[in-house]
């Protein structure tokens, strides 16, 4: 497992971070959480040591709850990554960041978790109803307190991200990023995080698992939820997917790896990338993703995908 700095922290993170949201148990499909446990548990096992949460990935907490559970006994192992800011009364996403409730959320974080700290603790998204400067000022105080190590913003515009520079002196961004999804490049958030010395999470490398090989139409229902974030699992985009992944399965039948394990290390490859947060609910997943950080694409390999990706997407 290869290691990098997390922005101006002091924490040395893996390449690969094991993303929890499907841990939710409400957005993925259904997930068994004894496999999920196991899976995160066989991530820290090969020296995967970055797992990132947030309260809102389920109800009630769910995703922190199950992390809690996985990381009991070996807290020392990892570093953990939670986020506040979004609630899920009666189900529903509501956004706050009025400081009493980040107060509640913050202790009710630790608790799920089963720690008296969390490593990083992220904005998860702004508040048009909240000060954005009071939320950071907050934020401050947890870190002075010791309930956090390190502060980090998701979802934040450039203004935003400058603010938060400015007052809490963030050392995290979690942005989306994929071979699909090229945003936080096209509209600066990498750029400016380069420019400012500020890490990034990504999430997303793996388009919701259709990046993995898994090529097909999703219904939108119950626990199945995939289709409403991801826009790839419908037409047009759907057939160009496909597509994108034969190409992308020559490469990895020539590297003898995972057509993930390729995706995973495209997004490495971007230039501002700490770390990728990639989900697992299966230890073999979880053990196959892993494998990515042992080698690099080359950067033949890497301007292929770029020439077949522009021929197809246009």
């Known amino acids: 497992m290869k290691y990098r700095k997390l922005g101006n922290s002091d924490l040395e993170i893996s390449v690969i971070g094991h993303g929890t949201w499907l841990m939710g148990n409400d ?10 446990i196991k899976a995160l548990q066989a991530s820290i096992d090969v020296g995967v040591n970055f797992i990132d949460t947030a309260a ?3 109800l009630d907490g769910e995703s922190e709850k199950t992390v809690g559970k996985a990381i009991a006994g070996r807290r020392d192992k990892v570093v953990v990554a939670t986020k506040t800011g979004v609630l899920r009364p009666f189900g529903a996403y509501v956004k706050s960041l009025d400081p009493g409730v980040m107060r509640a959320e913050l202790e009710i974080s630790l ?17 048009n109803n909240s000060s954005l400067e009071t939320a950071l000022e907050t934020m401050v105080e947890f870190k002075k307190e ?8 998701s979802n934040f515009s450039i203004e935003e991200m400058q603010k938060a520079v400015d007052i809490a002196d963030i050392s995290a961004v979690q942005p989306p990023l994929s071979m699909l999804n090229r945003s936080s490049i096209e509209n600066g958030i990498l750029p ?8 990034t999470t990504t999430y997303g490398s793996l388009g919701g698992g259709i990046l993995a090989g898994r090529a097909e139409e999703l219904p939108i229902e119950g626990k199945e939820l995939r289709g409403v974030f991801y826009g790839y699992y419908a037409e047009p985009m759907l057939s160009k997917c496909r597509e994108l992944l034969t190409y992308l399965g020559k490469v990895a039948d020539a590297r003898g790896v995972s057509i993930a394990e390729v995706s995973i290390n495209w997004a490495l490859a971007q230039e501002g990338v700490t770390t990728t947060l990639i989900g697992s609910e299966t230890p073999e997943k979880a053990l196959q993703n892993a494998k990515a950080a042992d080698w690099e694409l080359s950067k033949d390999e890497l301007n292929g995908i770029e020439a077949e990706y ?4 246009g």
């Open 56 to 58: 809102g990935y389920g």
């Open 310 to 313: 522009k021929r197809i997407m």
């Open 192 to 199: 400016f995080c380069i420019k400012n010395g500020v890490g």
């Open 146 to 153: 010791g309930k956090i190590r390190a502060i980090g913003v």
């Open 111 to 127: 608790q799920r978790l089963g720690t008296d700290y969390i490593d990083l603790y992220f904005i998860h998204w702004p508040d």
């Open 27 to 36: 957005f993925f499909g259904e997930v068994d959480e004894a496999e999920a």
